[in-house]
């Protein structure tokens, strides 16, 4: 632990001695609570999804045996929007997603800042996902999508487990960020 306190130590201030203690009283979050966290945060939004696309793929046998539920698919597809929408602003506020909120862990900055939409959900969520999904549909027709996809995955997982590197991610490392208890 001491090597991460000497590696994100907060610029010294005398306007700022409270965040220098905060920084020395800070516990990396473990591997298990971040699989977990983005576990939770991936099964809203995939209920909802999947519930949407049943009721719109059948519309006849919505419309006769669950009625309440055709009436809603309109409904459904807002609130799946309206949950995106809500955990980026929780994100960007706060800097913890539902998951996190609920397994009491956050994302903060080297400097142990809120890293805001921009850090938080622009780039460590939009952007790295997309840019891999993008690289894995140009290489798809090579054969070579599911590979390469399956291999950042498992990277992802390794440098997640590992203690001496702070459990940081690639999305940790390119923004320095950590993902701490609170």
């Known amino acids: 632990m001491q090597s991460f306190r000497q590696a994100y130590r907060p610029p010294e201030s005398a306007a700022e001695p409270q965040a220098a203690e905060r920084m020395k009283e800070v516990e990396l979050a473990k591997p298990w609570q971040r699989l977990l966290a983005g576990a939770i945060d991936r099964i809203l939004p995939i209920i909802f999804f999947i519930l949407t696309i049943t009721v719109g793929s ?19 597809g807002c609130l799946t929007m309206l949950l995106f929408l809500w955990q980026a602003v929780v ?21 142990g ?20 999904l993008a690289l894995c549909g140009l290489l798809s027709g090579l054969g070579l999508g599911r590979i390469v996809y399956c291999t950042v995955q498992l990277l992802y997982l390794i440098m997640l487990c590992r203690k001496r590197g702070n459990y940081q991610t690639p999305q940790d490392l390119m923004l320095q960020t950590l993902v701490v208890k609170v």
């Not at 919505?62 to 698919?73: E, F």
């Open 113 to 132: 800042a809120n890293p805001g939409f921009a850090k938080y959900v622009l780039a460590r969520e939009v952007v790295f996902f997309a840019a891999l």
């Open 91 to 111: 994100m960007s506020r706060s800097g913890q997603s539902i998951g996190q909120k609920i397994l009491r862990i956050r994302v903060i900055t080297d400097t």
């Open 58 to 76: 059948n519309p006849r046998y919505t419309r006769t045996n669950l009625l309440w539920l055709y009436d809603s698919i309109l409904i459904i």
